[in-house]
């Protein structure tokens, strides 16, 4: 009997979710051209399809908000942001924005120039459509055992430090303006990285002059997969461990939608003040006033309070036991899983849940879509459809290595017995697979393709 976590909160506030008949599922998937990004939220029962800005707030956040300084220059609650990005990051220089894409864009169109490159362990899509779009290249460079979602292994997110140096060697340090990594690795299956290979990447770039900047989205639960899985670092709290992590780095680029347990905002925050200065003129641009950056002064504050409570170790426990519980329930159930589970999400493996289906024929896809059919369930292809590269040379497709199905789990959203939902819901679809077909595109758009293209069925 896997037993769940006990959740440390009780229930304030309730939103009813409606159950929809599979009937309705039906005829509402195909109107949205296949692609679950194009249903209304409405028609969800249970939506896993980002824990991005999906959280649920606190009591002391809502009161944060309502203190909340709407002054356009120097608003208090920019200082309480700032307090708190000392204390946890320790990097002098910020810059709030709208949410994590507009941290990276500002970053990427600072420092790349084109045909310049960033290695990290795995660019997330924003990351690298960014950095492509100014005409650079973003590298991924994860160790072997990240691509492979059979192998067990602590930290399946660390870079393959080897190759950083070699590749280093190859292009050059002059043409790498800086160097990335992402905690924890959500494209690789939501997995941590560990203090130490942070060390060395830091020690790797710095030698070669490069600066490191961190995609810290997920960094208080990177914190506790380091906690509990890095022998040396046992007896520390989830602060000390967040201290060291970016004691190794120039910055940060920060999507507050996760760690920070908000429904929107982000930040920049860097040590080089020479840096900050270029940051604030393009801020002023695109974003705002170097105070606000898009954002509302109350939405500073709940970010400010969400910080701490992120790093909360009780939260913690029950945020990546709640993942851990769903994941060890679909293990039971034999269901193909990127193991170990992610701190975020539970990646299903539609490769080898759905064998039958060539990846021409997008197995991802098709699991999500019967995910939703057969119960109202709403995951995100992380595979083809959002991955798939055309070749520079050829124009020949050139396949993921990962073929998944996430199901993201909001921060303090929903239950354990909703995980129970999820993983029979799953179950059923699995008994099932066999009469699962295969998908094509029908229409897509030149950039992150999966949020707007539509497909039709196979025969
Ligand atoms: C997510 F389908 N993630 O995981 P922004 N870095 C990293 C992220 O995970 C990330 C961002 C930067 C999302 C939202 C999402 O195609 C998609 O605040 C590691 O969303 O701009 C976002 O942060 C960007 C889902 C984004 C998608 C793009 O669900």
Known sequence: MIRPPIEPFRIKVVEPVRMTTEDERRSIIAKAGYNLFRVRAEDIYIDLLTDSGTSAMSDRQWSGMMIGDESYAGCRNFYSLEESIRKIYGFPYFVPTHQGRAAEHILFATMLKPGDYVPSNMHFDTTRANIESLGAHAVDMVIPEGLDPQTIHPFKGNVDVARLEAFIREVGKDRI??????????????????????????????????????????????????????????????????????????????????????????????????????????????????????????????????????????YLAYRIGQVGYLGARLKELGIPLLEPVGGHAVYLDAKRFLPHIPQEHLPAQALAVELYTAGSIRTVEIGTVMNARQDPQTGETIYPALELVRMAIPRRVYTNTHMDYIAETTARVYEQREKTGGYKIVYEPPFLRHFTARFAALD
């Open 177 to 314: 303006p800086l160097g990335m990594v992402t905690i924890t690795n959500n494209n690789g299956g939501g997995q941590p990285v560990s203090l130490e290979n942070i060390r060395q990447v830091s020690e790797v770039l710095h030698r070669n002059g490069i600066p490191l900047f961190i995609d810290a989205c997920r960094y208080a639960e990177n914190a506790y997969f380091i906690q509990q899985r890095e022998e040396s670092q046992a007896g520390r709290t989830t602060l000390e461990i967040a201290n060291e992590t970016f004691s190794y780095a120039d910055g940060c680029t920060m999507s507050a939608k996760k760690d920070a347990l908000v429904n929107i905002g982000g930040f920049l925050a860097m040590r080089d003040p020479a840096l900050y200065e270029r940051i604030c003129q393009r801020l002023i641009l695109w974003e705002g006033f170097p105070t606000y950056g898009g954002l509302a002064g109350r939405d500073l504050e709940a970010i400010a309070r969400g910080l701490w409570e992120a790093l909360d170790e009780n």
